[in-house]
């Protein structure tokens, strides 16, 4: 096969793939506004604590 056919086909398949999803996301978000419901993502766990600072932290000199 010819390589720019194939990759135009990739191309295709993946804008295909974007726009249902992308129109199904919509979809979803419209029927819950209709219910009374809004939309609420999970909230983001809280970060992983900052380490100390380089002059708190303790050398090992041998």
Do not use: E, K, N
């Not at 600072?53 to 090992?60: A, F, G, H």
Request: hydrophobic share 50%; proline share 16%.
């Amino acid at each position: 096969m010819d390589p720019l056919s194939v990759c135009l086909a990739v191309l295709a398949a993946w804008s295909v793939v974007l726009l249902l999803s992308a129109a199904a996301r919509r979809r979803a978000t419209a029927g819950s506004a209709r219910l009374g419901t809004a939309y609420a993502p999970a909230p983001w766990p809280a970060p992983p604590p900052r380490p100390a600072p380089p002059t708190r932290t303790t050398v090992l000199r041998l």
